[in-house]
C-alpha cells in the first residue's frame, strides 16, 4: 500500500517480499508502519487504488483499511468467543455498510455476465440510514438511498446491517430472497 500511496500512477504497486529473519522483519515492520503513517497524513495526496469507483486520494486507503482491520478484528474475536462484546459506533458502521455497497460491490465483477434480478434493500434505524440495490441482468447494480422493503430487505442498528452485509454473524433482520445477498456480498 505504502508505493500506491508514493506513486499515484500504479506504475510500481510491487510491495516486494518482507524478510525472513524475525529481527529484520521486525525491524522492516516498523519502517513500513511509520512511512504508511506518514503517507496516510494528507487525506487528500494524491494515491493509486485498485478500486474505481473510489476517489484516488490517501483518505480512500485510510477508510479501506479501517473497515478491513474491523471486520478482522471481528474475525478475531469470532475466534475467541461466539458472542464477541465488540461493537462498532453507528456513523462507523454505517460508512462500512456504505463502502462495500456503493464503492466495492459495483466495481467487483463484470455485472454483463450476471442474471440477479430484484432489490435489496438495507436499512440501519439507529441512524435512519438506508441504501437501495436495483439488480438487473448484465449490468452493474443501481445504488441509491432507500428504506422501506424489497425482494430482500435487511433492518438493524448500523452495527448489525454492517456485520451481515459484510457476512458475519448478526441480529439484523433478513426478509426475503436471501439469494440476493450472492450479487452484494462481500469479497
Known sequence: MRKALADP??????????PEDWETLLAWFDEQRTGLVAELSDPEKPAWLPFPRYPKVAASWARRQAH?????????????????EVSYGAEFAADGVDELIA???????DWTKTSATGSVVLYATD???????????????EIR?????????????????????????????VVGDTELLEPIASP
Open 68 to 84: 478491513e482491520a474491523a471486520i478482522h478484528r471481528l474475525d478475531a474475536e469470532h475466534a475467541l468467543a461466539p458472542e464477541p
Open 9 to 18: 500512477t500504479g506504475a510500481d504497486t510491487d510491495p516486494g517480499r518482507p
Open 127 to 141: 441512524v435512519q440510514r438506508g441504501w437501495r440495490v436495483d439488480l438487473a441482468p448484465g449490468v452493474p447494480p
Open 103 to 109: 464503492f466495492m460491490v459495483p466495481g467487483r465483477r
Open 145 to 173: 438511498p432507500g428504506e422501506g422493503s424489497g425482494d430482500l430487505t435487511i433492518t438493524g442498528t448500523a452495527d448489525q446491517v454492517y456485520r451481515r452485509v459484510w457476512a458475519r454473524p448478526s441480529e439484523a433482520t
